[in-house]
Every structure is written in structure tokens, then in C-alpha cells.
């Protein structure tokens, strides 16, 4: 498995030098249908008008996420998902199998809907007001994949000031994705498989399969 960050050229080069070095298998890619299509074209800008579809919370979340990823993603000169991207180029060179292991995105947007909009309001003025990492200072060289200190250190913050998003974004996607992982281990005993997810969810996901298996 390799945790990746989104937006760094490490990601990249670490998933391009593994599959093809290793041509493994089966290559699952953290992603659904929905998103996989859209890496391989272009994919349609938010618009007010998708809140009449969405609702103002999901819309404000999608709204939000998009945007620091963009900027973070400037920053670095790294389109989001690249390394997602590259994957499914390498893994066409070298033979390997693509499956999708995430669940739906509609899924996940409809468990967000559940979440206090009490919460998306805290979320919304922290994200304004950088009020989750205002209290230290936590250098980040966004070309590489943060240390596992400073990963699970934004997973426990997001966990504990924003539990419900905390558990539709994070936590029911690791139950999924490890079993996604599990059944395709036990299709497929002898092949190797390779598993691409971000970093936040790659600890969650290993330790269900432990536990399971």
C-alpha cells in the first residue's frame, strides 16, 4: 500500500517507480466510478446551480475542499490527483488491472447531508480563520507526503472537532475500502496488489484488514 498526498511530486514518483518496477497485478485505486472518469476528462466546475442538487452544506464542503486543494495544488505546480492519474498510466503500460475501491460518491455525499450543519458552520469558520493549526506551527513541504506525526495529528483534529464529517469522510470510506481489499486478496490469492489511497486513510484501512484477516 502507498499513502499518498494529492498534491506531491513524491506521490508521483513513488507510484510511477513501484508499478513499473514491480508490475504488480492488480493496481485499486482509492476512487469510485464517478471520480475515476473525471481524472481521465475534464471535469465540470462547481456552480450555484448544483445547490439545488447538492443542498448548501454538501455544496459549501465540495466548495471549500476544491479550493484548498486548488490553491495548495498551485502552489507545487500539481494538478490534484495527479498521482491518481499517473497509476492508471503506468498500470495500462505494464498490464496491471485497475479496481476501484472506494464507495460511491453519492453515498458519501448523502452521510454527509446527516451532519449538524452546527458542524459545517465550525468547519467553514476554522477553514476561514486557520483555526485548527493556529495554535502551533506545522511546517509542510507540499511536495512530499507529510510525516505519519503530522497526519495523524489532523486526523485526530478533524476527529474530534468535526466527528460527523470525521466518520462519512474517513472512517465508514475505510471500512469500505478495506473490504473492497479484502475480497479482492481472497479472489485473487496469488496475485500482487498494489493499493493507492491517501495517506490519511492508509493506517485505518491496514489495521481493519489485520483485524479481519
Known sequence: MIGTSH???????EVESFILKEKPGFVALELDKKRFFSLLYKERKLR???????????????????????????????????EMRKAIE????????????????????????????????????????????????IKIDLRKVPKKS?????????????PSIYKSLIEDRNKIMAKSLIRLMNLH???????????????GIIKIIKNEV
Open 90 to 137: 503506468c498500470s495500462k503500460k505494464v498490464g496491471s488491472r485497475i479496481c476501484l475501491i472506494d464507495q460511491d460518491i453519492k453515498i458519501t455525499l448523502k452521510n454527509l447531508l446527516k451532519t449538524p450543519f452546527t458542524e459545517f458552520l465550525k468547519l467553514i469558520i476554522d477553514s476561514i480563520l486557520g483555526v485548527v493549526f493556529k495554535r502551533e506551527t
Open 7 to 13: 498534491i506531491a511530486v513524491q506521490s508521483i514518483s
Open 150 to 162: 503530522i497526519i495523524n495529528k489532523v486526523i485526530n483534529t478533524v476527529k474530534d472537532r468535526y
Open 48 to 82: 450555484l446551480s448544483d445547490i439545488k442538487e447538492l443542498g448548501i452544506k454538501i455544496f459549501l464542503l465540495n466548495f471549500i475542499g476544491s479550493w484548498i486543494e486548488k490553491k495548495l495544488g498551485e502552489r507545487v505546480g500539481i494538478k490534484p490527483g495527479s
Open 189 to 203: 490469492k496469488q496475485a500482487s496488489i498494489l493499493a493507492i489511497v491517501g495517506a490519511g486513510h492508509e493506517d
